[in-house]
T-cell receptor, first 115, second 109 residues
């Protein structure tokens, strides 16, 4: 299957700082990338959908000014958690797909701990 | 009520047993995914289904669109199959995904 690389896999940051997470499709062009968040023992929750060259569409309850998503190219999307707080500590996962008709492939996830 | 319901939530099996995980959904879908999440959190997409049945190695996934139900079967289970299995559906409208809460599988040697 196709490969989606997410970086970093783990990050610890201080409260109030910003953290950037990268999601790359290594062997295909991803017209759409998705960002998810997973709290301990809970299911994945879709945060936002981003199409290359367009503004991301955020799910209800997700603060767009806090979770900045950039999908500047067909192989890279970034999620920046701004002014991180301990309650933002979570597991963040991206997925990418070529088109609406194709399967989405997942990155390995980023475990964010805000101290 | 969740759009996607999985059962069981937890499952412990002896090595070699046949395992079934069920997924029911309440929305119109264009596709259903079975995902495997390892203890470290990484997710692997096992299957994407829109009808019928798919098989990959010891894994079999089936879907009944009329009944809005899918099953994931693992034959000859092995301790390395221990993981959380998640059912996810993509809505007919396109971009919306709904996820089940997952089934935590432990296979004992």
């Amino acid at each position: 299957g196709a490969v989606v690389s997410q970086h970093p896999s783990r990050v610890i940051c201080k409260s109030g700082t910003s953290v950037k997470i990268e999601c790359r499709s290594l062997d295909f062009q991803a017209t759409t990338m998705f960002w998810y968040r997973q709290f301990p023992k809970q299911s994945l929750m879709l945060m936002a959908t981003s199409n290359e060259g367009s503004k991301a569409t955020y799910e209800q309850g997700v603060e767009k000014d806090k979770f900045l998503i950039n999908h500047a190219s067909l192989t890279l999307s970034t999620l920046t958690v701004t002014s991180a707080h301990p309650e933002d500590s979570s597991f963040y996962i991206c997925s990418a797909r070529r088109s609406a008709l194709t399967e989405a492939f997942f990155g390995q996830g980023t475990r964010l701990t805000v101290v | 009520k969740n759009e996607v319901e999985q059962s069981p939530q937890n499952l412990t099996a002896q090595e070699g047993e046949f395992i079934t995980i069920n997924c029911s959904y309440s929305v119109g879908i264009s596709a259903l995914h079975w995902l495997q999440q390892h203890p470290g959190g990484g997710i692997v997409s096992l299957f994407m289904l829109s009808s019928g049945k798919k098989k990959h190695g010891r894994l079999i996934a089936t879907i009944n669109i009329q009944e809005k139900h899918s099953s994931l079967h693992i034959t000859a289970s092995h301790p390395r199959d221990s993981a959380v299995y998640i059912c996810a559906v993509k809505t007919l409208s396109g971009n919306q995904f709904y996820f089940g809460t997952g089934t935590s599988l432990t296979v004992i040697p």
